[in-house]
């Protein structure tokens, strides 16, 4: 098996406070990553979000694309409806040669608002909203791999799929064409195993983020009830092997079940305390001695 290793610039740049690495240029941000040796990158908000300025722009740094996160609204509005929003976003991966694209549903999500209570995330009611939710996961995705691109599911903290138990329901009421993000840091901070989630989905998982947690900013955010944000600033999150994730146990899994897509490094910090560089450079390392030892190649 193949897999190929990609980042996330929002170590450099974070796209919820915007506020952190809002001084660091985007070209340091590509150099950066290439240098510390990942062949792709997925997009944030100082790219460009048209293939004419994107595409050369990634040639330029040796860079692919890699995906590019999408907020859709399927609990308020219809399959048709998002695929006419996201138009122009699609377009995008598929005129850059992603193959893959970041999909997190975030209607009434506190992602962004650092104030609010972990707690305050929003849920859904009852089956029949979550099978209606699934219906149209299921039609927008089967859009989308008729354009070449899967649908990767990004649980994600904050949002109404977040906990394992949101992530199983979601797959219950979904068809093949819904992929699944696996998110190791997400996962670990909502409360569940990376593991045991990879075991059960093997044949589902499309897109890999690799994020640690470090143990003690963890236990101090559950205890205060903080967001996601606010958990950011504890520096809750930070390069794999750096944390308490045992990403061994999960590349384990993924090689046994022939995964053969990216792993992305995800350690959004502020970077004036957590240098993006050197925590690239880190993570990049240990995710090659982690491949090594599960006899993943990596492109």
Not at 143 to 167: E, F, K, N, Y
Not at 258 to 266: A, K, T
Request: aromatic fraction near 6%; include cysteine; hydrophobic fraction near 45%.
């Amino acid at each position: 098996m193949t897999v190929r290793l990609g980042i996330n610039p929002i170590g450099w740049t974070n796209d919820c406070m915007r506020w952190l690495g809002d001084e660091i240029p985007l070209e340091a941000c590509l150099a950066e990553a290439r240098a510390a040796g990942f062949s792709g990158i997925e997009i944030g908000r100082k790219f460009p979000r048209t293939v004419k300025g994107l595409s050369p722009l990634l040639e330029r740094h040796g860079l692919c694309l890699v995906s590019g996160w999408y907020s859709a609204r399927l609990v308020e509005r219809d399959a048709r409806a998002e695929i006419g929003a996201m138009r122009r976003h699609l377009d995008l991966m598929v005129g850059c040669g992603a193959t893959v694209m970041v999909f997190a549903e975030t209607t009434g999500e506190i992602v962004n608002t650092v104030g609010a209570p972990a707690s305050a995330r929003p849920r859904l009611a009852g089956a029949a909203a979550w099978r209606r939710l699934g219906r149209r996961f299921t039609e927008v995705a089967r859009h989308m791999l008729g354009r070449g691109v899967r649908m990767a599911v990004h649980h994600h903290m904050g949002t109404v799929v977040q906990t394992a138990d949101d992530i199983d329901r979601l797959m219950d009421c979904t068809g093949p064409e819904v992929g699944l993000l696996l998110d190791t840091g997400h996962l670990t901070m909502a409360g569940g195993d990376p593991i045991a989630l990879a075991k059960q989905f093997a044949e589902r998982i499309v897109h890999v983020h690799c994020k640690d947690i470090r143990r003690f900013a963890l236990e101090t955010c559950k205890r205060r009830d903080a967001s996601f944000s606010e958990a950011v600033l504890h520096g809750v999150f930070t390069a794999p092997g750096d944390g308490i994730v045992d990403f061994a146990g999960v590349f384990r899994v993924l090689a046994r079940s022939g995964y053969q897509g990216w792993l992305v490094q995800e350690a959004e910090q502020e970077p004036r305390m957590a240098d993006p560089r050197i925590y690239a450079e880190l993570g990049n390392a240990h995710l090659r001695r982690l491949c090594r030892g599960v006899r993943l190649a990596v492109a």
